[in-house]
């Protein structure tokens, strides 16, 4: 199945990269045009001596390395850990980038993320969204558990530039994030690779599916 216009939605910049990075640089290889919308920098979570746009900045180096450029990313500051307070104000710009680019997949957290952002992006979105095809993608670490119901195959080279990506942010570095590694990262996706006897792949929610 190929795809045409992917919106893919980040509570936080960093999210999409982590959780569905080499599915990006898939789509994109494949000439979809992908398109991001981050809600929060989490500038909050940063050591009080950060910038308070290093992750904005780092979100916008990272993304054209897995293929998506500039002027398809859209960055809001709503305060991290605290989107529950703007949830109209999120469900709004879901709806008004559906009208602009009439999405024929989107990719929204899972629904069994705990985070409270990523619950909100994920409700919103169902909202939203909840008549196109819809998947979720997996951030290990915020699930008890997780339905890897569609997989994406990937190649070496998609593993790379999601790395490559995540190399870009140096914050999550210095935090000693666990899952900023490069052992993580393709381990996970050969785990996800063995269940469908592909070499890499990441795994995804089925939501919805439109065909």
Do not use: C
């Amino acid at each position: 199945m190929r795809f045409e216009r992917v919106l893919a939605v980040a509570p936080h910049t960093d999210d999409v990269e982590l959780g569905a990075g080499g599915t990006v640089a898939r789509l994109v290889e494949d000439g979809a045009s992908v398109h991001v919308v981050a809600f929060s920098t989490a500038e909050q979570s940063l050591p009080a001596d950060s910038p308070p746009d290093l992750l904005e900045r780092e979100f916008r180096r990272a993304m054209p390395i897995l293929g998506v450029p500039e002027e398809n990313l859209v960055v809001h500051y709503y305060p991290v850990r605290r989107l529950a307070e703007h949830r109209q104000e999120v469900l709004d710009e879901m709806m008004r980038l559906r009208r602009e680019l009439s999405p024929d997949l989107v990719l929204l957290p899972s629904g069994s993320d705990v985070h409270q952002d990523h619950q909100v992006t994920h409700a919103e979105g169902l909202r939203a969204f909840r008549d196109l095809s819809v998947l979720g993608y997996e951030l290990t670490w915020n699930h008890v558990s997780f339905a890897a119901q569609a997989f994406v195959a990937l190649e070496q080279r998609h593993i790379d530039l999601k790395w490559q990506a995540l190399q870009v942010y140096e914050s999550q570095f210095d935090l000693s994030r666990p899952y900023f590694s490069r052992e993580f990262v393709e381990s996970l996706a050969r785990v996800r690779g063995t269940q469908v006897k592909t070499e890499y792949a990441e795994a995804f929610e089925v939501i919805r599916m439109r065909f």
